[in-house]
Nanobody
């Protein structure tokens, strides 16, 4: 059974940085698509970034230039580094996983989700 747990969220001032982590079990990172999604207050969940089994990455337009997705397959850990945080980055951030057979890694066809970690950015 695949399980994911996020950590690293918090309350920060605009301009600051955070690194979110997602520790997983029950899967092999080198064979899974992984992704970060976020859900701002009162809005729908949106895709932020994805990383393929082989390490190729995609980013939402809102994430390009400030967000970096990475993973450590040996630790089964996914990361999201966010720089120059803005108030509009305030959201619950979720990591997600799906088998690489469900490629492409973009899209909402993720099969396993974490519980989320809250990021709040004040101006």
């Amino acid at each position: 059974q695949v399980q994911l747990e996020e950590s690293g969220g918090g309350s920060v001032q605009a301009g600051g940085s955070l690194r979110l982590s997602c520790t997983g079990s029950g899967y092999t990172g080198s064979t899974y698509c992984m992704a970060w999604f976020r859900q701002p207050p009162g809005k729908e969940r949106e895709e932020v970034a994805t990383i393929s089994p082989h390490g190729s990455t995609t980013y939402a337009d809102s994430a390009k230039g400030r967000f970096t997705i990475s993973k450590d397959n040996a630790k089964n850990t996914l990361y999201l580094e966010i720089n120059r945080l803005k108030p509009e980055d305030t959201a619950m951030y979720y990591c997600a996983a799906k088998p690489g057979a469900l490629y492409p890694c973009t899209g909402r066809t993720y099969t396993t989700w974490g519980q989320g970690t809250q990021v709040t950015v004040s101006s």
